[in-house]
């Protein structure tokens, strides 16, 4: 199956600055790569996606970049807040909801 | 409209004791999953159902089964419970296997002693 890692496993940031955690996938025909933000103790919860054929997505403060030719992804958090404190999960996808394989966590925190 | 819900919040079992996790939502999805989450290791599929009347293994399926009841309720059972097995399980939904966007319900800590 697909093997997919997340770096970092921690990231401490200032409050207003910009916050990167990056993804890389094994198999080059997975398509679909969403990214999840779980907080202490809920659920996970879709923040943003993207397909493999787009480079670049945007929403509000989330951005995700993708680079198929390198099999890596990342996610942008730009002016952070402490409500972005959280564990967020990059996933792969060849296909299926069933195919999607989860990265290991960042867990992000938002200095005041 | 409450999205996917589970039961119980969380369980405490001693080894070779069995239960059932239940898993029920109402968005009218085709497509519902359990997962586990272990500390550094993401969340691995359990088992999926991709329609009513169907159920497939995924990734980490022994020492489960499952039921996909009706089309809104998908239960996960551990018959003889491992210390293996503590982890905090997710059930999640989809509308269809194809469409990717998971609803996850709010989890499930169960500690076998």
């Known amino acids: 199956g697909e093997n997919v890692e997340q770096h970092p496993s921690t990231l401490s940031v200032q409050e207003g600055d910009s916050a990167v955690i990056k993804c890389t996938y094994s198999?080059?025909?997975?398509?679909?790569f969403p990214w999840y933000k779980q907080e202490l103790g809920k659920r996970p919860q879709l923040i943003i996606d993207?397909?493999?054929?787009?480079g670049e997505k945007k929403d509000q403060r989330i951005a995700v970049t993708l680079n198929k030719t390198a099999k890596h992804f990342s996610l942008h958090i730009t002016e952070t807040q402490p409500e972005d404190s959280a564990v967020y999960f990059c996933?792969?996808?060849?296909?299926?909801?069933?195919?999607?394989?989860f990265g290991t966590g960042t867990r992000l925190t938002v200095i005041p | 409209n409450a999205g996917v819900t589970q039961t119980p919040k969380f369980q405490v079992l001693k080894t070779g004791q069995s239960m059932t996790l239940q898993c029920a939502q109402d968005?009218?999805?085709?497509?519902m999953y359990w997962y586990r989450q272990d500390p550094g290791m993401g969340l691995r599929l359990i088992y999926y159902?991709?329609?009513?009347?169907?159920?497939d293994k995924g990734e980490v399926p022994n020492g489960y089964n499952v039921s996909r009841l009706n089309k809104r309720e998908f239960s996960l059972r551990l018959e003889s419970a491992a210390p293996s097995q503590t982890s905090v399980y997710f059930c999640?939904?989809?509308?269809?296997?194809?469409?990717?966007?998971?609803?996850f319900g709010s989890g499930t800590q169960l500690s076998v002693l």
């Open positions: 999640a939904s989809s509308e269809t296997r194809s469409n990717e966007k998971l609803f």
């Open positions: 993207i397909r493999s054929n787009v």
């Open positions: 968005m009218n999805h085709n497509s």
């Open positions: 159902s991709a329609s009513e009347g169907t159920t």
């Open positions: 996933a792969a996808s060849m296909g299926g909801a069933n195919n999607l394989f």
């Open positions: 198999d080059s025909a997975s398509n679909y």
